[in-house]
Nanobody, 124 residues
Framework: QVQLVESGGGLVQAGGSLRLSCAAS????????MGWFRQTPGKEREFVAG????????YYADSLKGRFTISKDNAKNTVYLQMNTLKPEDTAVYYC?????????????????WGQGTQVTVSS
């Protein structure tokens, strides 16, 4: 059973940084794609960034390129999301997700497993 556990969320002032972690367990993730999404009340879940477990291919939402960086530590089975120059509009619940294989897009429906989410709040 795949389990994804996020951590690292919290309250930060605008302009600050946070690093989220996603600890993955339950199987080997060779061939998987790991992703970060975010969601605010009343809005659809939004793709933030993705990374292939094998190799180094990464994907980003165009609007977040340059501020957010996704990375992984295969030995620790952990995926990270470094968020810099945070803005109040980055406030959301951030979810880690895993796809058994890359389906050609980063829609939420393309991911098979989800974590519980971690709240990020950016104050102005």
């Amino acid at each position: 059973q795949v389990q994804l556990v996020e951590s690292g969320g919290g309250l930060v002032q605008a302009g600050g940084s946070l690093r989220l972690s996603c600890a993955a367990s339950g199987r080997t993730f060779y061939g998987y794609v790991m992703g970060w999404f975010r969601q605010t009340p009343g809005k659809e879940r939004e793709f933030v960034a993705g990374i292939r477990w094998s190799g180094s291919s990464t994907y980003y939402a165009d609007s977040l390129k340059g501020r957010f960086t996704i990375s992984k530590d295969n030995a620790k089975n952990t995926v990270y999301l470094q968020m810099n120059t945070l803005k109040p509009e980055d406030t959301a619940v951030y979810y880690c997700a895993a796809a058994r294989y890359y389906r050609g897009n980063n829609y939420p429906s393309s991911y098979d497993y989800w974590g519980q989410g971690t709240q990020v709040t950016v104050s102005s």
